[in-house]
């Protein structure tokens, strides 16, 4: 069976409801180019990935998509030492020590993430007062490559827009072989062992 896809871009989308000949990611990054002002000519690429991310993100719907376990993606300069990490949250399904007996759920009806069309959502204010609930989530924090990262524009003139749909592939790519085998693996729902 095929690895599903962790993150991709969402370039018909983009260009079907863009203006004026843009896509949407393009038009945004113009309308927002103040964002990225502290990023000119920086010599990393980081702070200006981290800001094309961030609005491609922001789009509803973001031209950055992820699978329906994806609950939040994020990418931020290290304080450490100025390289890029990122900050997924994913949903799971609850950790093996609680599913080998149900004897810790007394009987109250313990529920686990409620899926609408496939999709994992928050329980409803309804659904809180009847049952409790038990939502696993994995929170992965890691390193992304810069190797293929574009050069930080010099300013607002140069070909930002452009720079940063680059910058945006490139993060949805890395994150994407960073997290499509564990997504694959959770969707499997059988141990790697097995």
């Known amino acids: 069976m095929p690895e599903p896809r962790a993150f991709w871009l969402d370039e018909q989308f983009d260009r079907e409801h863009g203006t004026d000949g843009r896509g949407r990611y393009e038009a945004e990054v113009l309308r927002r180019i103040d964002e990225f002002a502290?990023?000119?000519?920086?010599?990393?690429?980081?702070?200006?990935?981290?800001?094309?991310?961030?609005?491609?993100?922001?789009?509803?719907?973001?031209?950055?998509?992820?699978?329906?376990?994806?609950?939040?993606?994020?990418?931020a300069r290290s304080p450490w030492d100025g390289s890029l990490v990122c900050a997924v949250t994913v949903a799971s399904r609850w950790p093996a020590e609680l599913t080998w007996t149900k004897q810790w759920q007394r009987d109250r009806g313990w529920q686990d993430w409620p899926q609408?069309?496939?999709?994992?959502t928050t329980p409803t204010e309804e659904d809180q007062t009847r049952r409790p609930h038990l939502?696993?989530?994995?929170?992965?924090?890691?390193?992304?490559?810069?190797?293929?990262?574009?050069?930080?524009?010099?300013?607002?003139?140069?070909?930002?827009?452009?720079?940063?749909?680059?910058?945006?592939?490139?993060?949805?790519?890395?994150?994407?072989?960073?997290?499509?085998?564990?997504?694959?693996?959770?969707?499997?729902?059988?141990?790697?062992?097995?």
């Open 38 to 75: 502290d990023t000119w000519g920086d010599f990393a690429p980081v702070a200006f990935a981290v800001t094309a991310w961030r609005l491609a993100t922001e789009l509803s719907p973001g031209f950055v998509r992820w699978h329906r376990r994806v609950i939040s993606a994020t990418c």
């Open 116 to 120: 609408l069309f496939g999709q994992f």
């Open 135 to 194: 939502r696993a989530l994995l929170q992965v924090e890691a390193p992304v490559p810069l190797d293929d990262l574009p050069p930080t524009p010099d300013g607002p003139d140069d070909e930002v827009a452009a720079a940063a749909r680059r910058a945006v592939a490139v993060l949805a790519r890395e994150l994407n072989d960073l997290l499509a085998p564990m997504i694959g693996q959770l969707d499997a729902g059988v141990p790697a062992d097995s």
